[in-house]
């Protein structure tokens, strides 16, 4: 039996264009995302997440969640995952020097001066 996942919310670094969100977004999920048990679906094809004002409804909870109005970024990770080492692998990616991980839990909501 599979554990059920942990989830990581990744904090974008100002500055980024909505293209380059999303393109940083992309690339975090297809790099460190469990790979979800329901069907992602999204407005735009070609996405491996979904964003949160383009739904109706709660997500599943196992989907890659991108706040458009946060600019946050939450994932599920296995179980167990070290966040240190994938802080600093994220932050090898394009665009990810500024990126700042925190344990969440579904999707963040707020902003995080809230």
């Keep these: 039996m599979q554990a059920d996942p942990d989830y990581i919310t990744f904090l974008f670094p100002d500055g980024l264009t909505p293209a380059r969100y999303h393109e940083l977004a992309k690339c975090l999920v297809d790099n460190f995302a469990i790979h ?61 020097g500024d990126i700042k991980i925190e344990a969440s839990g579904q999707y963040r909501t707020s902003n995080h001066e809230a």
């Design 36 to 96: 979800p048990r329901t069907k992602v679906t999204s407005v735009s094809a070609g996405r491996s997440y979904v964003v949160l004002s383009e739904l109706d409804e709660a997500p599943p909870t196992d989907v890659p969640v991108l706040n458009d109005s946060t600019w946050t970024l939450s994932v599920p990770v296995p179980a167990g995952t070290d966040i240190d080492k994938l802080a600093a692998a994220a932050k090898s990616l394009p665009d990810g």
